[in-house]
């Protein structure tokens, strides 16, 4: 399973986002392709704590949503996930995108800050799937980034 724990896995995402341009289009979902940089630094900030989100009341256990959402065989499912509040550039929460270029190196610096974490890092738990591992915030940071990436053809 993929995920940013392998440099290799990184390195691809990382090719991955050169493909993303400001007129790249979507084909799904009803973000430009520059709110969706910002939108995809700031999921890195809230994984590290610095966005705050409360935890979200779910209708099943955490355990369950956790698993399918990391294990599943699938990709996640296009325009079903709705986009955290804290994390809508639309809603005027989330970073609003600035400068294409800048943006995108500031997506690479979150990349690289979230990468860097420590195994032992003070994680809080993520709003929807609860408490999680080190390998599975980086599992979720590797897919959260696939699937916006595969929202533009990248």
């Given at each position: 399973?993929?995920?940013?724990?392998?440099?290799?896995?990184?390195?691809?995402?990382?090719?991955?986002?050169q493909r993303v341009g400001p007129s790249s289009?979507?084909?799904?979902?009803?973000?430009?392709?520059?709110?969706?940089?910002?939108?995809?630094?700031?999921?890195?900030?809230?994984?590290?704590?610095?966005?705050?989100?409360?935890?979200?009341?779910?209708?099943?256990?955490?355990?369950?949503?956790?698993?399918?959402?990391?294990?599943?065989?699938?990709?996640?499912?296009?325009?079903?996930?709705?986009?955290?509040?804290?994390?809508?550039?639309?809603?005027?929460?989330?970073?609003?995108?600035?400068?294409?270029?800048?943006?995108?190196?500031?997506?690479?610096?979150?990349?690289?800050?979230?990468?860097?974490?420590?195994?032992?890092?003070?994680?809080?738990?993520?709003r929807g799937l609860g408490t999680l591992s080190?390998?599975?915030?980086?599992?979720?940071?590797?897919?959260?980034?696939?699937?916006?990436?595969?929202?533009?053809?990248?």
């Open positions: 399973m993929k995920s940013l724990r392998n440099p290799e896995q990184k390195k691809e995402l990382l090719l991955r986002l289009e979507r084909l799904w979902g009803s973000m430009s392709s520059h709110q969706m940089i910002c939108h995809l630094s700031d999921g890195y900030r809230l994984y590290m704590g610095e966005i705050k989100a409360p935890l979200h009341p779910i209708p099943i256990p955490r355990w369950i949503l956790r698993t399918i959402t990391l294990w599943a065989p699938m990709p996640w499912p296009r325009g079903k996930i709705p986009t955290l509040r804290e994390l809508d550039q639309k809603a005027g929460s989330g970073t609003k995108p600035h400068e294409f270029a800048k943006d995108v190196q500031t997506l690479r610096e979150m990349l690289d800050r979230f990468t860097q974490l420590p195994d032992n890092y003070d994680w809080k738990p993520h080190y390998s599975q915030w980086m599992r979720l940071g590797y897919l959260h980034a696939d699937h916006h990436f595969r929202q533009f053809g990248a």
